[in-house]
């Protein structure tokens, strides 16, 4: 087993066969729980990881191919990894509430990934489909603006460079999100005085 690149929150390693998540820091039980409950209701409705089982604080994964959505974005195909965000974020937002064990007071809200991005999707090269999209363990009901904001803050922070190709993103997700205003105040304590109109939306449902 080796450590899989790009993996910063928790200790993942695989073979080329199987991957292993040992999940590290606060509430890591909780959310190895959630993660495991997710993949295994959503198998067959969206693309993620086969479970091969959860044993002793590890889920093991089968292993899929592809390529992680952030070195396509590097290597200049901005535009059509965020189109795929887009298409697959709608398909995640709206899959049944249901998986997540929705209730009456949660009337209104969809599956939100939590930690929505590039980052976290393995893409074919030359298709650009989406073969996975991993890392749910940061999911939860809420609104569909939250997905929205994460992934644009994930490219104006780390792919600035690529921050045009985000209206492929926009189109794509098919989530309204007030174009052309760009808010003068940050969202949250320590965020870059750029948030944007997705971000600006966050905090107005957030209240």
């Not at 089982?53 to 901005?78: C, S």
């Not at 209730?103 to 939590?114: E, Q, R, Y």
């Not at 929205?148 to 780390?158: F, T, Y």
């Amino acid at each position: 087993m080796r450590p899989l690149k790009h993996g910063y929150t928790n200790r993942t390693v695989g073979d080329g066969s199987v991957v292993e998540k040992t999940y590290e820091g606060p509430d890591a039980g909780i959310r190895r729980a959630r993660e495991y409950a997710l993949l295994t209701r959503l198998q067959g409705k969206l693309p993620v990881p086969p479970v091969r089982g959860v044993d002793d604080g590890v889920l093991t994964l089968g292993f899929v191919a592809g390529v992680p959505g952030q070195e396509l974005v590097v290597a200049g195909h901005g535009a059509q990894v965020l189109e795929a965000c887009g298409v697959l974020l709608r398909r995640i937002h709206e899959a049944a509430p249901s998986v997540l064990g929705a209730g009456a007071h949660d009337a209104g809200k969809v599956l939100v990934h939590g930690d929505f991005g590039p980052n976290n999707l393995l893409l074919d090269p030359v298709s650009f489909k989406v073969t996975a999209v991993v890392d749910r363990e940061f999911a939860h009901l809420g609104d569909a603006v939250e997905d929205l904001a994460w992934c644009e803050w994930i490219v104006r922070m780390h792919h600035a460079e690529h921050h045009h190709a985000l209206d492929h993103f926009f189109n794509a997700s098919a989530v309204p999100y007030p174009r052309g205003r760009f808010a003068r105040q940050p969202c949250w304590p320590g965020a870059p005085s750029w948030s944007s109109s997705a971000t600006e939306g966050i905090r107005t449902v957030q209240g």
